[in-house]
Each structure stands twice: as C-alpha cells, then as structure tokens.
Nanobody
Framework: QVQLVETGGGSVQAGGSLRLSCAASGATANTNCMGWFRQAPGKEREGVAA????????YYADSVKGRFTISQDNAENTLYLQMNSLKPDDTAMYYC?????????????WGQGTQVTVSS
C-alpha cells in the first residue's frame, strides 16, 4: 500500500503562486510514476502533470505548460507542483497520484486532495 497526503492548497489571487506537496509513504519502491490531477465542480478529472522517474520524462497539460513545474525529492518521497501565474480556471481540487507506469493501466493510488481557489 502507498499513502499519499497533499498539502499546500489555499486561496490566491490571479497571477499568484502556490506550491503543492505530496508526501508518499508505505510501499513506494514500485511507484515509477507520480503526478497531479485536478477536478473542478461539474468537470471531468484532468491530468495536470506527471513525472516518470525511470525514464526521466515529464508531462504537462497544455493548459498549464510554462506556468506549472513538477519536481520530486526522492530522499523524502515527496512530489511537488509549483504553480505560477495562476488563473481562475486553475480553481479545482488537486489530487496526487502514483502508479507503476505513466502510460499504461489505471492510477493505483490517490491522495485525498487539496483545494486550490484562484480569484480574479
């Protein structure tokens, strides 16, 4: 089992920044992919960013490219999402996710989410 706990959400004005953190614990050795999803009310869950540790590749949704940066601290088993130039459309519940492969199969583990609210 892998446990994921997100922190760092909150309310910010448009143009501001937040950094989300995801602390992973448990049997993390086989989690080669970690990333972030978000879901706003009435909308589908959307993949935001991911990092595939074994091949050193990252993914970003077009809507956040150039504004968000995903990073990791392997020693602390922590994933980060630096969110700059935030827009009201970024308002959503943000979820940390972990799995064995970024490209195949469903997400194996989910965090409980952290709310991000961006006001205009």
């Amino acid at each position: 089992q892998v446990q994921l706990v997100e922190t760092g959400g909150g309310s910010v004005q448009a143009g501001g920044s937040l950094r989300l953190s995801c602390a992973a614990s448990g049997a993390t050795a086989n989690t080669n992919c970690m990333g972030w999803f978000r879901q706003a009310p009435g909308k589908e869950r959307e993949g935001v960013a991911a990092i595939f540790f074994s091949v050193g590749r990252t993914y970003y949704a077009d809507s956040v490219k150039g504004r968000f940066t995903i990073s990791q601290d392997n020693a602390e088993n922590t994933l980060y999402l630096q969110m700059n130039s935030l827009k009201p459309d970024d308002t959503a519940m943000y979820y940390c996710a972990a799995t064995g492969d970024c490209y195949s199969g469903p997400v194996a583990f989910w965090g409980q989410g952290t709310q991000v609210t961006v006001s205009s």
